[in-house]
């Protein structure tokens, strides 16, 4: 569909689209992918989506596409925009419908060894503590004023009461909690979705993964970050907002085109709908999106201390015992406030990343002491059926995507599209085969979720790699697969 857009190649794995492309275009677009990842985002309209991004106003230096990127709701699915902080612009779809949608990875002292035997009664027993599915219910019914206060204090509210360990709190983006939230800017229908949803995985691409260190590239940074080395047992969680964070994007979906009719900006597509940062929709919706974000920190720290209760009955331990230490959590969908260079000199700027991951670098004074030597953790989960890449920040990585990079495999095909290519039980047999057992609620969610849907996380994570967005440090794959 997007076959007719020129590129001009300016590094291995870097593409430009000209700012003379398109009339209305402000900057420049930049995509990281290999000719053979290109050739896929050509097929939607992952690239024109990344043109219209680049004519909003106040964006800064180019519109970026990641490796993984493929088309989405207004701005493409793991893309990057940066706008000026005072003449910018925020958009809802630049951050997308499961704010703070993102992973978390804990690491264990258990080898695959002592796993393996118990893997079925691992998968049951986490599968039975922590509720998953479309309209699941949490353990934990929350009033009003409580549901205000997780969007406020977001993963501290969870660890005073009791669920985890303040230490966690070190070792997450932003300290597990964005501190503009604002509840008092998410409309009640918003908070009746998620009152009954905190401490749930959810369905779709949402999962509770069971991964082996495969392999070690970097043995001084994987040691930092407690992987020891191959064979070694990791957790992987991805889950984000739920309801809240849906209705949160819904309802300044439509607030914005109102902004947009009032203002008189012309768009090229209407689902890319923005404000001004001065207009006092943009500051409410701040105010939500914040608060959204900091219930999906909640919510991944809830499940992470349900995941610790598991291992704990399954092996008759304590989780300190077990190492069931937290390595890091990453936001994907998300706006920040940050300050990047520019034309040399240093800006405040909204950062929109949308299927993307915060990639900053060693010395970077918002990475916990323990990191700093050896920048943030960039986490990328591929699919059920293939593996997982733990990564480094890069300084170049905030030259070239102010400091971001892939969020996953990215898709290959669509749920329709798996589902008439697969059937449930020949799938999980397949599975089986490659020693990995699955637990889910829904034969339709497994079959969406087919290895074959998602593109090759390892060539992803190659170009990530190659470009400088990101270091390898460890590849994991999986053996025990919980979904919704």
Avoid at 24 to 44: N, Q
Avoid at 94 to 111: A, H, K, M, P, S
Avoid at 147 to 152: C, G, Q, S, W
Avoid at 187 to 207: I, V
């Amino acid at each position: 569909m997007t076959g007719e857009v020129q590129l001009r190649a300016v590094g291995r794995y870097a593409w430009e689209i000209p700012k003379g492309f398109r009339e209305d275009m402000r900057v420049p677009v930049r995509i990281y992918a290999s000719e053979e990842l290109l050739g896929k985002m050509r097929e939607d309209r992952t690239l024109l989506q990344a043109v219209n991004v680049s004519t909003i106003m106040g964006v800064q230096k180019w519109a970026v596409v990641l490796p993984d990127a493929h088309e989405g709701y207004g701005f493409p699915v793991g893309g990057v925009a940066a706008m000026d902080a005072e003449e910018g612009a925020v958009s809802p779809g630049g951050v997308g419908y499961d704010i703070n949608c993102g992973v978390r990875l804990l690491r264990t002292n258990l080898r695959v060894e002592e796993v393996r035997p118990k893997l079925k009664e691992l998968l049951d027993q986490i599968y039975r503590t922590v509720p998953s599915g479309v309209g699941s219910e949490g353990i934990v019914r929350l009033s009003t004023k409580e549901l205000d206060e997780v969007a406020e204090l977001g993963m501290e509210w969870a660890v005073e009461r009791g669920y985890g360990w303040r230490r966690d709190l070190e070792r997450a983006e932003e300290g597990g909690r964005i501190r503009w939230a604002d509840p008092s800017k998410v409309s009640d229908m918003a908070k009746r979705r998620g009152a009954e949803q905190l401490g749930t995985l959810g369905s779709g691409n949402h999962f509770l993964e069971i991964e082996v260190v495969d392999r070690v590239e970097d043995e001084r940074v994987a040691k930092a970050m407690g992987i020891e080395g191959p064979g070694q047992v990791m957790v992987l969680v991805h889950t984000g907002s739920r309801g809240y964070g849906h209705q949160v994007c819904s309802d300044y979906l439509r607030i914005m085109e109102r902004v947009i009719a009032r203002e008189g900006i012309r768009l090229p597509d209407r689902e890319l709908a923005y404000g001004p940062v001065r207009a006092e929709e943009v500051r409410n919706y701040l105010g939500a999106m914040a608060s959204a974000a900091n219930f999906a920190w909640a919510n991944r720290q809830m499940i992470t201390h349900w995941v610790r209760e598991a291992f704990s009955k399954v092996y008759g331990r304590d989780a300190e015992s077990l190492g069931l230490e937290l390595l890091y959590d990453v936001a994907h969908n998300i706006v920040k406030l940050e300050e990047h260079r520019v034309d040399g000199e240093r800006r405040k700027l909204y950062v929109h990343r949308k299927g993307a991951t915060r990639s900053f670098p060693p010395g970077s004074d918002v990475l916990p002491a323990q990191y700093r030597d050896i920048g943030q953790p960039v986490l990328i989960p591929g699919s059920m059926g293939t593996g997982s890449w733990v990564m480094v920040g890069l300084e170049s990585s905030m030259e070239l995507s102010f400091g971001s990079a892939a969020h996953g495999a990215g898709r290959f095909m669509s749920r329709a599209a798996a589902k008439r290519r697969h059937r449930y039980r020949d799938l999980v047999e397949a599975l089986e085969r490659g020693g990995i057992l699955v637990k889910a609620s829904s034969a339709d969610t497994v079959v969406e979720e087919a290895p074959d849907a998602y593109k090759d996380v390892d060539a992803v994570a190659e170009v990530t790699h190659a470009a400088g967005l990101a270091k390898k440090v460890a590849r994991l794959r999986p053996i025990g697969v919980v979904k919704g």
